[in-house]
T-cell receptor
Framework: GQQLNQSPQSMFIQEGEDVSMNCTSS?????WLWYKQDPGEGPVLLIA?????ELTSNGRLTAQFGITRKDSFLNISASIPSDVGIYFC???????????????FGQGTILTVHP | NAGVTQTPKFQVLKTGQSMTLQCAQD?????MYWYRQDPGMGLRLIYY???????DKGEVPNGYNVSRLNKREFSLRLESAAPSQTSVYFC??????????FGSGTRLTVV
């Protein structure tokens, strides 16, 4: 099946630092999404990307849909303690025309922010 | 995680026992999904339901069955639990533009 390789697996940073994480795939995706999961909760959608080359911001978060449609990155600027959590990339492929919204998820990046 | 409710939140089973994980959504969405989350492996799709009355296998369906009881409810059943099924299980519904709304999860331990 399709796989997404997400890196890094974990990050330990100081409050105020910028963060960057990325996902790559051997397959083309038509949609890329980034989710954040707080401890004990389900993932929550942060940013959705629908076009190759698209760059989208949501507050301190910026994400880009790679022009090859095989990669995406997420940047967090000026990190704060509440940014702690697990960040997942997810991709949607419309191959075959019947995706029914089935997302493929990366392995996740565990972010720790030290005050 | 407003809109998707999962029960129970925690469960411990003995090997061979059966149980059903419940999921209900009040968002009137057609598509619903069951994922399992294991450390270092992200979320993997178990089963999904594109609409009421239809279900299909995902990436890791072995050992599970599902029922789409009506538009609101999508349950996941373990007929004979195994330690390999120890995981966190998430139900989700497809919101517009491919975003998911997830439930808060069921933490299952099989001993």
């Amino acid at each position: 099946g399709q796989q997404l390789n997400q890196s890094p697996q974990s990050m330990f940073i100081q409050e105020g630092e910028d963060v960057s994480m990325n996902c790559t795939s051997s397959s083309i995706f038509n949609t890329w999404l980034w989710y954040k999961q707080d401890p004990g909760e389900g993932p929550v959608l942060l940013i959705a990307l629908y076009k190759a080359g698209e760059l989208t911001s949501n507050g301190r978060l910026t994400a880009q849909f790679g022009i090859t449609r095989k990669d995406s990155f997420l940047n967090i600027s000026a990190s704060i303690p509440s940014d702690v959590g697990i960040y997942f990339c997810a991709g949607l492929s419309n191959a075959g025309g019947t995706s029914y919204g089935k997302l493929t998820f990366g392995q996740g990046t565990i972010l720790t922010v030290h005050p | 995680n407003a809109g998707v409710t999962q029960t129970p939140k925690f469960q411990v089973l003995k090997t061979g026992q059966s149980m059903t994980l419940q999921c209900a959504q009040d968002m009137n969405h057609n598509s619903m999904y069951w994922y399992r989350q294991d450390p270092g492996m992200g979320l993997r799709l178990i089963y999904y339901s594109a609409s009421e009355g239809t279900t299909d296998k995902g990436e890791v369906p072995n050992g599970y069955n599902v029922s789409r009881l009506n538009k609101r409810e999508f349950s996941l059943r373990l007929e004979s639990a195994a330690p390999s099924q120890t995981s966190v299980y998430f139900c989700a519904t497809l919101t517009g533009n491919y975003g998911y709304t997830f439930g808060s999860g069921t933490r299952l331990t099989v001993v």
